[in-house]
């Protein structure tokens, strides 16, 4: 570190990374940073910690006293100063890694009696001079303003915040090996708040009050990245933050790919889920859950008929047969319907119905949903006729009217509507506002429709299919990834619903284009959206959680908790593609540990032996719903959905050898 004219502290490293801190008659403020010579924001002249009346909302920034040479990249700072009748005293330790993009701050704070009302802020600017968002899933994304107290149920400990054409972008978060946001210790009392133009990102701690006799220590990151969009930025982020937190994936091993499988054939041959001529109940625990889930019983068929080829049993073909039937009578197919083509999604088992109420929640027809399902009627089709010479027309038919139908359901912006309404004929129509039961939402991310397309395009040649993928993937770079916000998957959730299972299905499309097509920037932007998903796993094992925590996320932002999920979509195959594409062994260490997450969670005797638990801990304490509240509880059993979607990847990536089958 040196002292220039003008006497500030300027500390710099080998990266391109310099912090220029004032020197002012009150002390040391934390002054200017540059990346690659350019200023980060608005120089921060008042001081290096903010505390901050939780009451009345006053602010005081402290500047440091006196300061401790380390070397040219490390300094440490210090002070004290009176509030009320404690005596606070800090230290800030700056230092500034060489050869990455960062900067470290660890604070270190006391108090020498209790204190109340005031809690303690850090940021690293005060001004603005430029415009800025902010994303932290699953509470934020794109946003101008974020305030969180507490913090949970985040992935990697860092918000995302970013100037708008990503010119400028970093990671602003705590240090891998901190306790961070632990609810049984004072690290649990911990927030994050920014609004754009107003409040500069912060982290605050104290709002229930600082303890005597406690060193709090808070040791945060910046991590920059020039690289001047999204597609570079994210991947530059999330390997120097990989490099900088030494990250690795941690062991573990629940038992392997074959016997997983094993356990999840035994159990879907005899299960009491299995309804002769319908399909299989979706899941067991939730009593709003009692139904066939339409909108993945094609591949279910799929999957089945998989089975028969590799063993012959008759029992697996019969099932198929009988659920690719049962589906054709959800679908609307009469010609005068403003709806024709469209399938209904779920058969309510106890009233005996089709319906897309999902739950009750948000009712209406799925075309992302419609998609998918039209897909696997598409792929069954062809495997049925490939391998048997039967052709069953009437799957085939069904399948073109729902992607017809999809396929008008466009919006104007290219997107496609998450849910569009129907006349409400199960229940009472309102007496008012009735208009918005008879609309398309807006557009959601496409994590089911986009890939399926050009699968639906290749199997049937229209080129409607081909041109309605070129504006779709246009919809998802220019509305969805720009803005790195992936949302409305989970169709009993309104279509703005931040979650992280879309970004997989968009992740496949790439990968698929790039097979098809060799095309270097559709790989790039697959592993920028696995990057950005990574940012949303839980990069360690939390303490004070016994279950597995590794790479499992937040399922979604309204009903919160820490699931590995393989929802509807290729996650675990997607990453060895990635690995096999990149080289780059972290992808298939992810792949594995997210298997192992999954198995982990199975189900191994019983009436439900192989299928998986909804979430793998609950560490914030957020479900409530059956039973008392405990940061390891599994909650409902699912025979579909992440259970199937991961068997059916294990078949695809060739994990289940020929002679497991005999």
Not at 62 to 86: M, P, W
Not at 280 to 294: K, S
Not at 601 to 606: C, P
Request: hydrophobic share 40%; glycine share 6%.
């Amino acid at each position: 570190m040196t002292l220039d004219a003008a006497c500030a502290l300027v500390l710099q490293n080998n990266a391109g990374v310099k912090w220029t801190f004032s020197k002012r008659p009150g002390g040391y403020a934390f002054g200017s940073i540059y990346v690659n010579d350019v200023l980060v924001e608005a120089p921060l002249e008042s001081g290096l910690l903010l505390i901050r009346n939780s009451t009345t909302g006053r602010q005081r920034w402290l500047c440091a006293t006196s300061y401790e040479h380390v070397d040219q990249t490390t300094g440490r700072f210090s002070g004290e100063t009176k509030i009320d009748a404690a005596t606070l005293g800090f230290q800030a330790m700056v230092s500034l890694p060489q050869d990455l993009l960062v900067a470290q701050i660890e604070y270190r704070f006391s108090v020498d009696q209790d204190l109340s009302g005031w809690e303690v802020c850090f940021a690293y600017h005060a001004d603005f001079a430029h415009s800025w968002s902010g994303h932290v899933y699953p509470l934020a994304e794109d946003a101008k303003a974020i305030a969180e107290h507490p913090l949970t149920y985040v992935g990697v400990p860092s918000v995302l915040l970013h100037r708008s054409d990503f010119s400028l972008a970093l990671l602003y978060g705590f240090d891998l090996q901190f306790d961070y946001l632990n609810p049984t210790t004072w690290t649990g009392d911990c927030g994050f708040f920014f609004t754009d133009g107003a409040v500069p990102p912060q982290f605050r701690v104290g709002k229930d009050g600082l303890r005597a006799g406690i060193e709090y220590v808070f040791p945060l990151q910046l991590i920059f990245s020039r690289a001047g969009d999204v597609v570079k930025a994210i991947p530059s982020l999330v390997q120097q933050w990989i490099a900088l937190n030494q990250f690795a994936v941690e062991p573990l091993h629940v038992r392997d790919a074959e016997e997983a499988f094993r356990l999840f054939i035994e159990g879907r041959r005899s299960t009491s889920l299995w309804n002769p001529g319908i399909g299989y109940q979706l899941e067991e625990g939730d009593p709003e859950a009692r139904f066939v889930y339409m909108g993945e019983q094609p591949l279910s068929a799929y999957f089945e008929y998989l089975l028969y080829e590799m063993t012959g049993d008759p029992l697996w073909r019969q099932r198929c047969f009988e659920q690719m039937d049962f589906v054709l009578k959800s679908q609307d197919t009469d010609l005068a319907s403003l709806n024709y083509g469209v399938f209904h999604t779920a058969f309510d088992l106890g009233k005996r119905v089709f319906d897309s109420d999902d739950r009750g929640s948000n009712v209406g027809f799925k075309p992302d949903l419609n998609a998918y399902l039209s897909r696997y009627l598409l792929m069954t089709w062809r495997r049925v006729k490939d391998h048997e010479g039967l052709d069953r027309q009437d799957w085939y038919r069904a399948a073109v009217r729902a992607a017809y139908w999809v396929l008008r359901q466009r919006n104007v912006d290219d997107g496609l509507p998450q849910v569009v309404r129907y006349p409400f004929v199960y229940m009472e129509r309102p007496d008012d506002d009735t208009d918005k039961y008879f609309h398309k939402s807006i557009s959601s991310t496409p994590g089911r429709a986009l890939p399926a397309m050009p699968i639906i395009y290749a199997i049937t040649g229209d080129e409607r299919f081909n041109d309605f993928t070129e504006a779709l993937e246009s919809f998802v770079s220019r509305d969805v990834e720009s803005h790195c916000r992936f949302t409305g998957h989970h169709p009993d959730l309104p279509p703005d619903e931040l979650e992280e299972a879309s970004i997989w299905g968009i992740i496949e499309y790439w990968l698929d284009k790039y097979d098809r097509t060799g095309n270097r920037e559709c790989l790039a932007r697959a592993v920028a959206d696995a990057y950005l998903s990574f940012l949303w796993w839980c990069p360690k094992q939390l303490s004070w959680v016994k279950n597995p925590t590794q790479c499992a996320s937040a399922e979604q932002q309204h009903y919160l908790q820490y699931s590995i999920y393989c929802y509807q979509n290729r996650k675990v195959q997607c990453l060895w593609r990635l690995h096999e594409h990149t080289g780059d062994p972290l992808f298939r260490q992810l792949c594995e540990r997210v298997l192992q997450g999954l198995f982990w969670t199975q189900i191994t005797e019983g009436d439900l032996t192989g299928a998986t638990h909804e979430r793998i801990a609950d560490p914030w304490l957020a479900r409530s719903d059956y039973g008392e509240p405990e940061f390891n509880s599994l909650g409902t059993i699912y025979m579909g959905e992440q259970s199937l979607d991961c068997m059916l990847q294990l078949l695809e990536m060739g994990r289940i050898s020929e002679e497991f089958f005999g």
